[in-house]
């Protein structure tokens, strides 16, 4: 079906995505080989941090560079760009596939999201698909779940969708712009996660009876993260964000055997966090499936969020916003 839609072209094409960092989380799969999942989710990406991709044709096989290194046919990388490419793989073509991401690869911080997604991108282009922004984001789910938020800038809503073929599970941009809106990262380790997101979302859903609350905890949450953005109602967001990201974690700590992602510095960061708001600061955090935990804030306290964490990564998610 997407081979059908192809027209070749020998140009040499790039396109950028945005990682994107989870308010509602996606945590659970209805089917594992379209990447379709059992709740919908509620994204913000994260303006300039991400993977920009540049994808030509190229002679006798595959190439692929991830941060300018050549990288090995048998390594993760390389198996899952080939799985992707070979959906849209013409009759006896190669690809040389250059990614850069200027954020920690699988360092919690869904490198797959937006390499997808640029990926997704630069299929179309190089191709001449001329798909929209909703089409592309289906591509881009195939790859990774989470890379069809990456598509768009800005609050990104993903719907689950009910259909067997998935093509009503895609992401939309929520159109909203919240200019004051910060994202600190805090990054514990780099360190290459003990358990993959996909094998850990597997084993929750399959184990976890505390994950059987989950999809009712998703609609709460995801009326009220959309209640917070339209009325900026920045302590229900914090709140939200916060809850929903710590009963993830408590659906996979109570898997079998136990997930955990935390490291002892994770939790310091909880309690300090904590301390702030006993003081009236208004600072939450989400965290998704490793240790690195990302501050939610607004403008108006980021000197003395800096002054808390000197080491924090600041994104400013709407600074080259279009939505
Ligand atoms: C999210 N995560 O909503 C959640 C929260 C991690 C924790 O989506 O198997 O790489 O490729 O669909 O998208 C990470 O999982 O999983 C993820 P696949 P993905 O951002």
Redesign the pocket.
């Known amino acids: 079906m997407i081979k059908g839609r192809v027209r070749l072209s020998s140009a040499k094409v790039t396109a950028f995505a945005p990682a ?3 308010l509602c ?3 659970g ?1 209805r089917n594992t080989e379209l ?1 379709l999942p059992v709740t919908s ?1 509620l ?1 913000i990406s994260m303006g300039r941090l991400g993977t920009e991709t540049t994808l030509s044709l190229n002679e006798n096989r595959d190439v692929f560079y991830l941060n300018g290194v050549q990288t090995d046919q048998d390594s993760v990388f390389s198996k899952r760009t080939t799985e992707y490419l070979d959906l849209f793989r013409p009759d006896n073509s190669f690809f040389s596939v250059d990614t850069k991401n200027n954020i920690p690869t699988a360092a919690g911080l ?1 490198s ?2 937006s390499g997808f997604a640029a990926l997704a991108g630069v299929l179309n282009r190089l191709f001449k698909m001329e798909l929209d922004k909703k089409e592309l984001s289906v591509l881009a789910r195939l ?5 069809c938020r990456s598509v768009y800038d800005g609050f990104v809503e993903w719907h689950a969708g009910a259909r067997d073929d998935g093509m009503d599970s895609y992401a939309e941009s929520l159109k909203a712009a919240w200019p004051e809106l910060r994202i600190g990262i805090m990054t514990v380790s780099e360190k290459q996660k003990p358990k993959g ?2 094998e850990a ?1 597997a084993q929750t859903v399959k184990t976890s009876f505390f994950y059987r609350n989950w999809p009712d905890r998703v609609i709460h949450d995801l009326t009220a993260i959309k209640e917070a953005i339209n009325g900026r109602n920045f302590e229900l967001l914090g709140e939200t964000s916060e809850s929903n990201a710590l009963a ?1 974690h408590a659906a996979m700590i109570e898997s079998s055997p136990a997930i955990f992602y935390w490291l002892p510095e994770t939790i310091r960061i909880f309690h300090r966090v904590w301390e702030l708001r006993q003081k009236l600061v208004p600072v939450y955090f989400t965290i ?2 490793g240790p690195n935990v990302k501050l939610l804030f607004l403008q108006g306290i980021e000197n003395r969020i800096i002054k808390e964490f000197p080491d924090l990564q600041i994104v400013k998610p709407f600074e080259s916003e279009n939505v």
């Open positions: 994107n960092i989870a989380k996606y945590w799969k990447n989710s994204s869904a797959s999201a790859g990774s779940g989470s890379a997101s996909r979302m993830m998704d499936a």
